[in-house]
């Protein structure tokens, strides 16, 4: 039992470039999340999806895209990378409803640097 | 809107002396409270959370957080840290209506020896 998994764990990318960070749950879960993590600004939320074939923006979805592809996996893609999307990126998942009453779990995350 | 603040960016301390992480947030209404510890680049664990019941919520690593509905507080407390305690402590908060967390910009456990 893996729990969440992300890939690829660091990357860098030059301005303009494109590119598509993976997430995979083995939970079962229905919600799936995705987050940046900046030094002194918490967790902001990118996308998320609260089931399988539903996506919804979060606080910060300006330049990035996701899809859910089935239940298991969210993948977060940039389209065109700009030095501001430099942060580190977590995935979570979590069944809302459930014994876990909306406890998240997490990825190890992706450490992303645009150049 | 449901917000939550943590009142510390840093809290430095020495080892083997108690410590408390505070957290407040906005909304009166019924919510569930959590706590998550962050290791050096590592992900988020949950540390403990606050779903009914008993006010006193014990978690891992000799954390317990006391829920104060009436300042609505979730403080997180140790009576003696270790060195291994190093870590960012977020506060998170879910209305029971909405299943996202709402977090607070997390405070630095500094333990000094």
């Known amino acids: 039992n893996a729990g969440v998994t992300q890939t690829p764990k660091f990357q860098v990318l030059k301005t303009g470039q494109s590119m598509t960070l993976q997430c995979a749950q083995d939970?079962?879960?229905?919600?799936m999340y995705w987050y940046r993590q900046d030094p002194g600004m918490g967790l902001r939320l990118i996308y998320y999806?609260?089931?399988?074939?539903?996506?919804d923006k979060g606080e910060v979805p300006n330049g990035y895209n996701v899809s859910r592809l089935n239940k298991r996996e969210f993948s977060l893609r940039l389209e065109s990378a700009a030095p501001s999307q430099t942060s580190v990126y977590f995935c979570?998942?979590?069944?809302?409803?459930?014994?876990?009453?909306?406890?998240?779990?997490f990825g190890p995350g992706t450490r992303l640097t645009v150049l | 809107a449901q917000s939550v603040t943590q009142l510390d960016s840093q809290v430095p301390v020495f080892e083997e002396a108690p410590v408390e992480l505070r957290c407040n947030y906005s909304?009166?209404?019924?919510?569930?409270l959590f706590w998550y510890v962050q290791y050096p680049n590592q992900g988020l664990q949950l540390l403990l959370k606050?779903?009914?019941?008993s006010t006193l919520v014990k978690g891992i690593n000799g954390f317990e957080a006391e829920f104060n509905k009436s300042q609505t507080s979730f403080h997180l407390r140790k009576p003696s840290v270790h060195i291994s305690d190093t870590a960012e402590y977020f506060c998170?908060?879910?209305?029971?209506?909405?299943?996202?967390?709402?977090w607070g910009a997390g405070t630095k456990l500094i333990i000094k020896p």
């Open positions: 979570a998942s979590s069944n809302p409803g459930t014994s876990y009453n909306n406890e998240q779990f």
């Open positions: 939970m079962n879960h229905n919600s």
């Open positions: 999806s609260a089931s399988e074939g539903t996506t």
């Open positions: 909304s009166s209404v019924s919510v569930y």
């Open positions: 606050y779903l009914s019941g």
């Open positions: 998170a908060v879910s209305d029971l209506s909405n299943y996202q967390l709402i």
